[in-house]
């Protein structure tokens, strides 16, 4: 029996338009050194996090610091490692963190 050929493929309606999002989760800001209490600060909100929070971050990535705002989709303490979305961050690369919303 001949193969049928494919008829429906993959269709973007809107081409470019996750590269478009992408680029707007990522803002850059200028550097950032913390001070003692600012460490406090940071570590006492990394105890709060709950997955399904709305969070905004900055982290450190490729001698820029990025600013990311998005769902929290894992968190690992122990492993060092937060997700927001899609994108994975080392906990020590954060600088800050609000959080926008609970679970």
């Not at 590269?19 to 050194?33: D, F, G, T, W």
């Not at 080392?90 to 609000?98: D, G, K, M």
Request: proline residues 5%; neutral net charge.
């Amino acid at each position: 029996m001949p193969k049928r050929p494919q008829i429906f493929q993959a269709f973007d309606a809107l081409k470019g338009f996750r590269e478009l999002l992408k680029e707007q989760e990522e803002v850059h800001v200028p550097e950032r050194i913390l001070s003692e209490d600012e460490c406090n600060e940071l570590n006492w909100k990394l105890q709060q996090i709950t997955i399904g929070q709305m969070l905004r971050i900055v982290y450190r990535k490729d001698q820029a610091y990025i600013q990311l705002e998005g769902i929290v989709t894992k968190f690992n303490i122990d492993a060092k490692m937060i997700q927001i979305v899609k994108t994975k961050v080392s906990l020590p690369a954060i600088v800050e963190i609000e959080i926008l919303s609970c679970p």
